[in-house]
């Protein structure tokens, strides 16, 4: 299958910083990206979906500002969170689609976020 | 809106034993089905998806999954559970390339 790498794999920063997480498929062209949350012992919930060259959609209740994402190759996405806070600490997950009608999504290996 | 629910969030079984994890999902057109695994700290594996052609899929690790349109239901089956089984299990939906949905996810148990 397809290849999607993410960096970095674990981070820690300190309150009030800001943090980028890097989404890249590496042999093949990802015209959709989606980046997604996962809390302990929970599911993935989606925070948005990224079209490359355009904005991103966020779903309901996740904050655009602080949430940064940037789609602006067809192998890359990045995910800038903002003024970090403990409470953003969490894992995130990205996955890339092709643009071939695939239905297939592939997923990175996701980012540990600590915010202390 | 295309959803699918997990029935029991933990399965215990023996090594050995059927593994059976339950996923129903509820669509207004046909949809495309996924099982994933997540092992602690790690992504996403896909284990199999359905994608419109044949009912029963096999995948990977010896798993396989049967899309029963009258019962909505894409319930994950492996005949003989191997302690490298126990992790994380995901069933999830999605439709016409849009995002893709996630069950809440079952932790399979594995004793020896």
């Known amino acids: 299958g397809a290849v999607v790498s993410q960096h970095p794999s674990r981070v820690i920063c300190k309150s009030g910083t800001s943090v980028k997480i890097e989404c890249r498929s590496l042999?093949?062209?990802?015209?959709?990206m989606f980046w997604y949350r996962q809390f302990p012992k929970q599911s993935l919930m989606l925070m948005a979906t990224?079209?490359?060259?355009?904005?991103?959609?966020?779903e309901q209740g996740v904050e655009k500002d602080k949430f940064l994402i940037n789609h602006a190759s067809l192998t890359l996405s990045t995910l800038t969170v903002t003024s970090a806070h403990p409470e953003d600490s969490s894992f995130y997950i990205c996955s890339a689609r092709g643009g071939q009608g695939g239905t297939e999504a592939f997923f990175g290996q996701g980012t540990r976020l600590t915010v202390v | 809106a295309q959803s699918v629910t997990q029935l029991g969030s933990h399965v215990s079984v023996s090594e050995g034993a059927l593994v059976l994890l339950r996923c129903n999902y509820s669509s207004s057109v046909p949809p495309y089905l996924f099982w994933y695994v997540q092992y602690p700290n790690q992504g996403l594996q896909l284990l199999l998806k359905?994608?419109?052609?044949?009912?029963l899929v096999k995948g990977i690790n010896g798993f396989e999954a049967e899309f029963k349109k009258s019962e909505t239901s894409f319930h994950l089956t492996k005949p003989s559970a191997h302690m490298s089984d126990a992790a994380e299990y995901f069933c999830?939906?999605?439709?016409?390339?849009?995002?893709?949905?996630f069950g809440a996810g079952t932790r399979l148990t594995v004793k020896p």
């Open positions: 042999d093949f062209q990802a015209t959709t």
């Open positions: 990224s079209n490359e060259g355009s904005k991103a959609t966020y």
């Open positions: 359905y994608t419109s052609a044949a009912t």
């Open positions: 999830a939906v999605t439709k016409n390339n849009n995002d893709m949905r």
